[in-house]
């Protein structure tokens, strides 16, 4: 039974390892992170829930008629 040629396994191990590192820093540098969040101002919007645009009214179990 012949042997398994593992000489190659090291130089692709390492190519494979600095392929995924290279595509991750690709991958990360295409993100946009603010560089100060203090200082920038966020503007929040408030949507209206369907609960919010009509008004409701909730009896309780002790005042319906019996």
């Known amino acids: 039974m012949p042997q398994l040629d593992t000489t190659t396994w090291s130089i692709t191990i390492m190519s494979m390892i600095l392929n995924l590192f290279i595509l991750f820093q690709l991958k990360i540098s ?15 919007y408030k949507t209206p829930t369907p609960w919010e645009k009509k008004w409701t009214k909730i009896y309780s179990p002790l005042s319906l008629p019996q």
Not at 30 to 44: C, F, I, R
């Open 30 to 44: 295409k993100n946009h992170y603010p560089h100060d969040a203090e200082a920038s101002t966020k503007l929040y």
